[in-house]
Nanobody
């Protein structure tokens, strides 16, 4: 099993920045991908960004590309999401997730709230 704990959410004004962190523990050797998803009020959960543990390759949703940056520590068991130029559409609960080589996101954190005030 893998446990994920997010931190760093909060309230920020439009145009501001926040940095989220996600620490993985347990069977971290099984992790190949770590990603961020979010669920806004009344919306479905959506993909935000992903990073491959071993080569650092990243991918982003179109809605955050150029504003958000996902990164990891050297061990690949902690990931970060630097969020810049935040707007009200970014208000959501942000979830960290981890996937084995299959790419199936089997492990989820409890979520951290990000609220952007206009």
């Amino acid at each position: 099993q893998v446990q994920l704990v997010e931190s760093g959410g909060g309230l920020v004004q439009a145009g501001g920045s926040l940095r989220l962190s996600c620490a993985a523990s347990g069977r971290t050797s099984s992790i190949w991908f770590m990603g961020w998803f979010r669920q806004g009020p009344g919306k479905e959960r959506e993909f935000v960004a992903r990073i491959q543990r071993w080569n650092g390759r990243t991918s982003y949703s179109d809605s955050v590309k150029g504003r958000f940056t996902i990164s990891k520590n050297n061990a690949g068991n902690t990931v970060y999401l630097q969020m810049n130029s935040l707007n009200s559409e970014d208000t959501a609960v942000y979830y960290c997730s981890a996937a084995p080589a299959t790419g199936s996101y089997d492990y989820w954190g409890q979520g951290t709230q990000v609220t952007v005030s206009s």
